[in-house]
């Protein structure tokens, strides 16, 4: 059975710094994309970050450029997102969501594009 599972959020000051985990079960991350989204409260699910498979190339929106990086794992079957100079607006719940696919193809941060989706992890930036 397919299954991502988040971990690492939680409460941070701003400024600080939380890394989160995408952990993956019941199938091979190196042939999928990952993408990170989140959700805060009244707002629609956007992109954070992505990795193409096959350590392809990673994309980040602009709200996370220079202070996110996202990695992979091969030997734990998982990805990561070290997030840095957190700020009250980065408050929301993140996602790590996969995306099959059989030949090398970008990653996107589309929603839409995800078929596999975790339950997701609470961070609050908040001093």
């Known amino acids: 059975q397919l299954q991502l599972v988040e971990s690492g959020g939680g409460l941070v000051q701003p400024g600080g710094s939380l890394r989160l985990s995408c952990a993956a079960s019941?199938?091979?991350?190196?042939?999928?994309?990952i993408g990170w989204f989140r959700q805060a409260p009244g707002k629609e699910r956007e992109g954070v970050s992505c990795?193409?498979?096959?350590?392809?190339?990673?994309l980040y929106a602009d709200s996370a450029k220079g202070r996110f990086t996202i990695s992979r794992d091969n030997a734990k079957n998982t990805v990561y997102l070290q997030m840095n100079s957190l700020k009250p607006e980065d408050t929301a719940v993140y996602y790590c969501a996969a995306e099959k696919v059989l030949l090398l193809r970008l990653c996107v941060l589309r929603t839409s594009s995800y078929g596999y989706w975790g339950q997701g992890t609470q961070v609050t930036v908040s001093s």
């Open positions: 019941g199938f091979n991350l190196d042939y999928y994309n």
């Open positions: 990795l193409t498979r096959s350590d392809g190339g990673t």
